[in-house]
């Protein structure tokens, strides 16, 4: 198994280069899609977050209301502290199952992880960035996914800096030109993960923290 880590910051088109390496092959292990499913009803972490921040968080249907609970969490440190406690070991566990199924075999891996930067993983063959100047991310978020200006800008403040996630990257995807320019880029960055030698035994887990 090759494992690569892929990262970029809000609105730099990640999901659109993941989509494109699946396509090329990959196996792609999402932590945002892992983070909702666990976040559907009946789930254990769903559970643990109504425990934590009440039943205002949830809609009618039982699911949760993201928006509700962004509200609950924002500017409220110990609040979005208590999520991540509950959160992120879960999308850990899981997202090591998934590697764990492809560790014996010939697949390509791609550990698709907003905050890499923040929470690095061990023995990844490589990291791919895709990157992009802030202010041109801010402008698609407002264009394209309806972000107010203020909202899209506080968001791309509270991730790590641009040039902290290219200081990371074994590979950049320069996303500031056209889609067939991403594509050309994400095809050669595929030929470049299938040249990687396999990962170690472990690899994939969260580095533990210097003080920790």
């Known amino acids: 198994m090759i494992l690569v880590g892929l990262t970029g910051g809000i609105g730099s ?31 254990d972490v769903l559970r643990l977050m109504v425990e934590r921040f009440g039943s205002e968080i949830l809609l009618d249907s039982g699911h949760l209301d993201r928006a509700r609970l962004a509200e609950r ?49 061990t023995g990844l063959c490589g990291v791919l960035v895709v990157d992009l100047d802030p202010d041109i991310a801010v402008e698609r978020l407002v264009a394209q996914r309806g972000f107010s200006e203020a909202d899209a800008r506080a968001r791309v403040a509270r991730q790590a800096s641009r040039s ?43 580095a533990a923290s210097p003080d920790s």
């Open 13 to 43: 088109g990640k999901s659109v280069v993941s989509s494109q390496l699946a396509a090329h092959g990959a196996v792609v292990v999402d932590a945002d899609v892992i983070v909702r499913q666990l976040q559907q009803p009946g789930q």
């Open 73 to 121: 969490v924002f500017g409220d440190k110990q609040a979005l502290a208590d999520l991540n406690a509950i959160v992120h070991p879960a999308v850990g566990r899981e997202m090591m199952r998934q590697i764990e199924e492809r560790r014996h075999t010939n697949a390509v891996v791609v550990l698709d992880v907003p905050l890499l930067v923040e929470n690095p993983r």
């Open 164 to 206: 902290a996630r290219r200081s990371v990257a074994d590979w950049i995807i320069d996303n500031s030109g056209s889609r067939l320019d991403l594509a050309r880029q994400v095809s050669q960055a595929w030929t470049w993960m299938c040249s990687l030698p396999p990962a170690k035994a472990g690899a994939g887990r969260v």
